[in-house]
């Protein structure tokens, strides 16, 4: 590949982005920082100007498939096309394979469904939900499409919306800015410290009662836990939360059946609800949206009625 004259001047990483329009600008970054673009034999800085008439050499990384299993697992499949797969996941699915989980999560499932999948890192997965939220999430399926999610990530392009129960009253929304990291003693747990990641979550009270309010958030970062950690550092826990809730609240006014009906709920209350983000191949802004599932729906019938004497 020769560099083209009338470039001349341009940044490197830029001119390159531009000729191999599959490679998205971060992935041609790192591999020029890797060393695995050449520019004349030599390795070259991202922002480095082109003169023109340069040869370019890409080694391309070979990609060891996975060795994490297919399955054939049933996909709530939102929308597909030749770049991307957009699911819900349901409460109690795993998104990756773990200690002690090697079966049964949403990418087997995702390696079943695109097998070509098993040759992109992660298997295609970019972002993750918690074993017991609810919600969407978009797979890759061609490494250019992973590296434009990545990226929109990275700048806060991709939108993710979440709806919420919380313990508490709450009087309006807000934002919570404050950095997580790793528990000190408890290495399953996140928490507020300051040497933590930075992160940002912005909430919208949608109804208040007595005792709880229902939340739509959104993400600015995607930190571990960071909804369950970050209303529980502002004193509203979500409701059913086995980590981060503690003693769980329970609405005034329920008669003996409704209470067991509360009770039989027992996971966070946290849905992904709404998805948007940019095309990676066509540039179009795209959204989707997800109902709130029936075991939350239960918990707002419940909360509506011992509010209104029902």
Do not use: C
């Not at 890759?140 to 129960?165: C, N, P, V």
């Not at 009253?169 to 507020?192: E, N, S």
């Amino acid at each position: 590949m020769i560099l083209p004259e009338e470039q001349a001047g341009e940044r490197l990483d830029t001119v390159l982005s531009q000729l191999l329009p599959e490679t998205s600008r971060s992935r041609i970054q790192a591999l020029l920082r890797d060393g695995r673009i050449l520019v004349d034999g030599a390795p070259e800085r991202p922002s480095a100007r082109v003169r023109g008439g340069e040869q370019v050499m890409v080694d391309w990384p070979q990609i060891e498939p996975s060795n994490w299993l297919a399955e054939d697992l049933p996909l709530h499949i939102l929308h597909e096309d030749a770049d991307i797969l957009v699911v819900h996941k349901p409460a109690g699915q795993l998104t990756h394979p773990g200690a002690g989980h090697a079966d049964g999560t949403l990418v087997n499932g995702v390696l079943a469904h695109v097998p070509e999948n098993a040759y992109l890192p992660r298997g295609g997965i970019v972002h993750r939900l918690d074993k017991d939220t609810t919600g969407l999430l978009v797979v890759a399926k061609t490494e250019m499409a992973r590296q434009s999610l990545i990226d929109q990530l990275g700048d806060h392009t991709m939108h993710r919306e979440y709806l919420a129960l919380v313990m508490g009253a709450m009087t309006g929304g807000g934002r919570v800015d404050a950095p997580i990291g790793r528990h000190a003693q408890d290495r399953l747990r996140m928490t507020v410290r300051d040497d933590g990641r930075p992160a940002r979550t912005d909430y919208r009270l949608v109804e208040r009662f007595p005792r709880h309010s229902y939340l739509r958030l959104r993400l600015a970062t995607g930190r571990t836990h960071q909804i369950r950690v970050h209303m529980t550092h502002i004193g509203h826990p979500l409701v059913g939360d086995p980590v981060y809730g503690g003693r769980m609240t329970v609405p005034k006014g329920l008669d003996e059946a409704a209470l067991a009906r509360w009770r039989q709920f027992r996971r966070q209350a946290l849905h992904a609800w709404r998805l948007r983000l940019y095309h990676p191949a066509s540039g179009d802004l795209m959204t989707w949206e997800s109902p709130l599932p029936d075991d939350m729906t239960e918990l707002l019938a419940l909360l509506r009625g011992a509010r209104d004497g029902d």
